[in-house]
């Protein structure tokens, strides 16, 4: 990862992480506590980003925001990943019937963009940060599977995979000892570019009004109060707008530095 593209993803993402990790430090005031006579208030070296029409910190919730795409991410992506390798694991190396089946289901969820697929879900469940993460994960675990599939047909004729069944290495010990350990490099690739996708979506769900609890710090929420202010206050928009680009961007330049590392073939 000597590509500058990838250093500043790098810098993007560690930034990230330290804002979730210790927000409660960073932030200066409460995400939801209001204060009226500020509302509309420009920046200032009390509230560095200003605060929006109900007199909240605009900064403290961009800070508190970032736990909140942080942690619906790496929860979407760890439940996906671990499903979707498992059947993954399971087709590849069985075939026969579970193969159609999964072709089956894979086709079922190609035809439906990621996108609707989670409003449709989410219109009938209240906003809750549990629905958003089932939602999304719904549908993320196909993509894994698909990934890890491949790699078992790629994998399972080979020799040392061979020489381990001749032997009587048990299936589980065949699978995260010899299969599992030669499909971590395509794995990272593919869980960096979904935790743009998840940031994305449910940034998306929640400018709808269809992801977390209206109190709880949301870029998108964010974003979408700010759209009705455009004309009073537009950073109200833009702030929220950018934060979620250069998390999206510093994930996706963080996804092209590590195929390029860990799965040139992928290029």
């Known amino acids: 990862m000597n590509s500058l593209t990838a250093k500043l993803g790098v810098f993007l993402i560690g930034a990230l992480i330290i804002m979730a990790l210790f927000s409660s ?3 200066k005031h409460d995400p939801n506590t209001f204060h009226l006579d500020d509302k509309f208030a420009a920046p200032s070296h009390e509230y560095w980003f200003g605060n929006d029409v109900d007199g909240r910190d605009v900064f403290s919730r961009i800070v508190y ?4 795409s942080l942690g619906i991410g790496i929860a979407v992506v760890s439940i996906s990943m671990i ?8 087709v590849g190396w069985f075939g026969g019937w579970l193969e159609r089946v999964f072709h089956f289901i894979f086709d079922i969820f190609l035809a439906f963009p990621s996108f609707l697929f989670a ?5 009938f469940l209240r906003p809750s940060i549990i629905n958003v993460i089932l939602i999304l994960s719904l549908k993320g675990w196909v993509s894994y599977a ?3 599939r491949g790699q078992v047909l790629t994998l399972k004729n080979r020799e040392y995979i061979l020489a381990s069944e001749a032997i009587g290495v048990s299936l589980p010990r065949l699978f995260f000892r010899h299969l599992l350990p030669n499909m971590v490099g395509p794995l990272v690739v593919n869980a960096s570019f979904g935790m743009a996708g998840v940031i994305m979506i ?10 977390v609890p209206i109190d709880t710090p949301s870029w998108g929420a964010m974003l979408d109060q700010g759209t ?8 109200l928009s833009i702030i929220p707008g ?4 250069l998390v999206v961007v510093g994930f996706n330049f963080l996804g092209d530095g590590l195929r390029d590392k860990l799965a040139p073939r992928g290029r």
């Open 83 to 90: 499903f979707g390798t498992l059947i993954g694991l399971i």
């Open 146 to 148: 698909r990934l890890v």
């Open 119 to 123: 409003i449709a879900i989410a219109a």
């Open 242 to 245: 950018i934060f979620i680009m």
């Open 65 to 68: 925001g970032s736990r909140t």
């Open 202 to 211: 449910e940034s998306a769900l929640s400018f709808l009004g269809l992801g």
């Open 228 to 235: 009705q202010y455009l004309f009073i206050d537009p950073m």
């Open 25 to 27: 430090f960073i932030a």
